[in-house]
Structure formats: structure tokens, C-alpha cells
């Protein structure tokens, strides 16, 4: 399995995922931003599927989604208006998207900018929702949903965006190298980095309120003291942005795109195009909330993985012991979990780095052979989506190996094809 | 060793210590607040000491504090002053107050004020000094140590009291048992307490701001933000107080006092009154700043090991591994060492809690009987001062039994007292 020509370009790969430098530059609604954005085009989590395949709580999402748009007056005239070729339902990943659980974007929704300013790519992610049990990520929607949404978009968003715009841009790499020193893992846990993140916009909000936006910038303070995991979307759109950066190399067997649909787990390799390559969806060892069994899960989509891809989440979680009160565990086993890791990627990272593992780099750039040889596929840090809407409970998610064999066997293909 | 009645009184002792509800109530001058202060006295670390007995650095600190509040024209002058009667040198454990490192207290430096609302008490602490490693505590002083001293007199204080005033009390309990799942041990890390503090007095700063006192909030969050160890003087502050409220239990042997001066290292018992148990200095284990070595330390007090007193520092180093980068060691040594803690304290600690250990509660509330029967003396995290004056490194101190074998023998014979 040895292969000098794949490990030279793995390492080009892995270079261009480290050397990436994602910066947050604006807020502002998706459908001035987002590529190929149409007023009325929903993007939604995972490889894309036709219409026909979305099913169960990530239908729901993206129906929601089209009413909340006020592109229908409710779910079945949505749906006809999809069939009927009026709404264009995409995958987020055609639209340099990255998608939180269901993921679903519309076009007046606001979404942070994120660019490689070493590359020069940019990726795009929605605001974190709030508080509340019941979201639109999570297929729910009620007027609460709607309200919260609302918010986001006329104030919080605008807001944010003036603030960034006084700050300048926001480098974000410091902040999440900064968050694994204290607590974070960046995948189920953002506290420190959401803290962190507030901090850098804190004079520019200062001077926000100075200027006559007390009740906004109150607001504001509110939202990012009592959601701590705010900083996740941030987070995922500067790994979107690194993950990227390593795609398209020749030869590469790194994956550089993980994501969940209600239908599959999927993934991308650097060296084999535009291909998803398929399989069945993760097995999961989890921690539910109180009320919710097993059978109460359903599979609504998610995209936050791609921090696994760049070396956070679960290769991280060495870092976030309070992980345990979350998704269940103990120390112990995400200490053994994370360093299994260092297993089937090419790099320990030299800017996320593991104080428990005595500042080791996080285990970065899964090379799909790797997986194979090892038997050993990314564990994941995850939320669980329920079947009414709404998360109930949290864990590791672990991908059955078939895609990675599905890609294994592409990458032979095209080795052997001249 | 199996005393019922002693056990008894130090779960009493022990009981009172984890009730103690520490609140930030306020900045004030010293003279204003801190009991028996006069506008000439000053006070330094450790158990009481003669004049003659203050040596090198730490009676250096004390000069260059008289001459600070102008007391003095020079350090001569000081001395001679002192010796006179004219300047009066206290402990700091004589007056509520505690010290870090040579902790110097003239009457005009602003103290935090700290009161245990479950008790009654109060205890005082003086502000950090800010990023020079040249500081008046670690007995240096020069034109930037004066200007420094008087930025925190002048600006920071009356700022962070008109903040406070806005906020109302600060209960510090909460930000110490969050900043342990943030990757703090709350004696040689403080960064995410600091954190978490600045952020629960944003809003006032906010309104301070806009209510024309721009330049100073913006100083403020700029030391806030710089000086991520500042919180250690309000944790310092806290601690003492918890400390303070399990003393003077009949029958106890529980450790309620360790303070290091340039003569001794000295501890207090829960049972044993106002008698102070002194003992040598303590070994180091350590790491030193470029530059420097073993041979340039120099002991010039230090209360900050009332940190370890409450269960945190070297009790909870297991929550801060970035510390091996600081203090030297490596992370399985910090276990090992956090978990021998167990074997000299009488409890688990139920709000300060260590997410590495499985949310098992900080050993807490030391024993001398305890420490006398494991040999096991307690691991302190410390800065460690130069004989130049100014902080050279950092380490693991670990006093000598002795002063714990002279306090158990003055227990014993108490106890056969009638």
C-alpha cells in the first residue's frame, strides 16, 4: 500500500490544508454572497440527491425552509412548487456551503463569509439558531423558529456585520487554536472559541452602542453569552475552507469532504474530482437526552464533520474532557479515540496542537488507504437529530468503511488508467 | 491515626470552607477598607517576620513600597524610617489581606474586596501588576513599576468600582468552577477566568463608555485583554476567604493558611488559633525562563498557595495541561501528581470539579495528620523571583514536612490538655 507518488501528493495535499489562513470578512444575506444563490434556491446538507430522495425530518427542513422564504404559503404548496421546477432544492456543497445538521439555507438568510486569503477561496455558513430545542437545522418550525430566524436576519447579522466591518477582518485559525488550549474540541464543544470570537468584536460593538445601537448590541452580548456553541459555524467554514484548499491535487488519496443527507454518508477525495462516493450512514455511541431512546433518531443531514477532515472534532477531543457530561464516555476512551487517529492521517498539525498529548498536533489529512489498512474510520463528534425535530442527544459517530473502499477502489482505477 | 472526634471537626472545618460564597463587592483604596491599615503601613506575604528579618528582595519590595507611597525619598530613608517606628511592616495575614509573591499593600493601592455573603467575612487582594516581568511583588521597581502602580490607582480601579457599582456584587465561585473545564487550575493559569470575569462587567463597560469614559474602558479591556492572569488576585482573594471561614473549628486539623516569606515557609490550622507552624522553604521542580537558572532564585514571599489551600492550583492541575509549557513536566506527571492530592485531603470538592477525572470533585481541605501519614506534602504551583528582582520561571514548589510535624505535635498536646 506503500505508494511514493500518492505520499507525494498527500503531502502537497495535506500542505495546502495547513497553510490555508480562513479569515471571517463579512455577514450578509446568502443570496448577495453564495454562488449560483437564486432568491429561489434552498441549499440543504449532504451530496446531492434528487428531490424525490429527500425524506422524513431533511424534507420537512428544506419545505420549511421554502415557506419561511415566503417562496409558499406552507409545506404542500412548497412541495409542488419544487416539482414543478419554481424552487430549486441544491446540495450546500454546489454553492461553497457548509451545512449545520439539515442545513438549510434560503436566500435572504444571513451567512458568514470566510476566506482563504492564502488561496483565496471563500465558504459560507448560516448563523447558529439559538437556544431553543426546536430549529430550522433541525427540522422544526413554529413561530418561535420563524421569530428566532427573523432576529438573526434584521438584527443580529447586520449588527455583526458593521462590527466586522469596523474590526477589520477576523482571522479565525488563532481563535480555534486557542479554544483547544481551553476546553474546546471545535466540533460539540465552542465555548472557549465563542467567548474568544465575542472578545475580538467587543470594541467594535462598544462603539456600535456609543453610536445609538444600545438595544442591538445588549441583544447581541445575550445571544453570544448564552450560546456558546455560536462559534461552530464559524468553525466550519474556515475548515470548509482548508478542506478545500486541499482539494484537486493529482494523485491525492486525502479526503478533503465529509457530509451527511438523509440517504447516506458521503465523502470527497482531493485527488478524484467531483465525486461523491456513498455508503450507509454512521453507527453512533451516544449520550440522548432525557426522554429520547435510540429509536428516536433519524438522519436529517449535517455537514459539521468537515472540522474532523481538518484535524478537530473527534481528532481533538482530547481537549474537551467536559465532552463526557455531553455526549457520554469517559476521558479514558476519548484519550484512546483520539489518538487511534494519529492512525489514518498523514500529518500532526502544526497550529492545532494537544496540550493532554504534551502539544502533539492534531491528527490531520485521513488518507483513505489509511482507513483501509487500519480498518480504523474518522469518529466523529456529532448531534442527534430526533424524528419530531429538534436534537436529542449527542455522541460519536463512527462511518462504516464502504465509502472509503468505494473511493480506494476509484483512486486504483484512475492510478491504472493512463 | 483514626481520630472520630478530629474527623469530626474537620468535616465541620471542611463543611464550612465549600459554603463560603465569595462576591467581588468592590475596588477601594486600601486605607479605605483593609482593617488596622494605616496611611503608614505597609504589608507584605508570609507569617509575621521582625524588620531584621526581611532580607534581599522581599525587604527591597517593602523599601521600594514606602517610597512608592512616598513614605520616603529613598530606600534608606524607608529603612531608617521602619526602624524608627515611623512605617509600620504587617503580614498581610494580619490584615484580611493576601499577598502574591512579596505582596506589597501601601495605603493609596486599590484592593479588590471580597466577602463571603454565607459568612460575613471579607478578604483583600492588590491588582495584577500588569506585563512587565519587572514588578513591585517580585521586589523590582523603576520609573515603568511607578507609572504602572499609579495607571491601576488612577484609572483601572475607580473604573472597574464605578463597573462593579453598575454590575452589583460578582459571585467568583461560578467563574473559578468554570474556568477549571476551561483549562485553568486557578493559581498559575487564570486565562479563561480572566475571561469569564471581563465578561460578566462588559455590559457595564459598555455603558461606562458611553457615558464618556471611553479612553479608560478602552485601557481597561486592553489589560483585560493582555493580562490573562488577573484573575488570580480575585481568585487569591476567594480562596482566603473560603480558607478563613473553616478556621478556628475545635479539634480540627485542617491546613487553613500556607504563606511563604523570605525566612519560611508557614502554615495555619483550623484548630490550632493564630499560632503560625513554620518550616524551610519549599523544593522546586521547575522551568525557567530563558536565561535564567536555579541559581538566580530567590524566595520573597508568596501567598498565592491559598489557591491549594481550597482545592485549586496544584490540587486541580489536571484541568490545565498548557501548563506544561510554562511550568515544565508533562501531562502524565500532572495527573499523578493532581491525584496524589487525594491521599492528604479530608473531601471531595462539590462545585469545583475536574472534567479529566471523570467530574470528580478537587481534593480539598488538607490534613496535617493526613500528610504526615503519606508523606505527601502539598504540590503548589508558583512563579518562581529572581534575585534581580522580577519573576524567572515557573514550577512546582513542595514544602518540607517539618512545619506539618510541628502543627500535628502542637494538635496532639492540645488535645491532652485539659
Redesign the interface.
Known sequence: MNDPARAAANDIAVGRMLASEPQLVGIEPAVDVVPGMTPQTILTSGAPLEWSAYTGGQRRAVLFGAVYEGLARDIDEADRLIRDGKIHVRSTQDHSCIGSVAGIFSASMPVVIVEDTAHGHKAFCSLYEGPSRLKLNYGAYDDNVRDALNWLRDSLAPLLSAAIEISGPIPLKPLMARGL???DELHSRN??AT??F??EI??S??EL??GGR?TE??AA?DFL?ENEYSFLRLGMAAAKVMADAAHGVDGSSLVTAMAISCQDFAIRVSGLGDTWFRGPHPTLEGRFFDGFTDEDTEWIGGESCVTEVVGLGGFAQVCA??L??YQGG??ATMQRTNDEMYRICVRENDQFLL?????RGAPTGIDIFKVLDTGITPAIDGGLAGKDGGQIGAGILRPPIDCFAKAAAAHEEMKSTP
Open positions: 488550549r481551553m476546553g465555548t472557549a467567548i474568544l465575542a472578545r467587543n470594541k460593538l462598544l452602542y456609543a444600545q448590541v445588549l452580548f453569552y474532557p467536559t463526557q457530561a469517559n476521558y496540550p493532554p498529548f504534551g502539544f
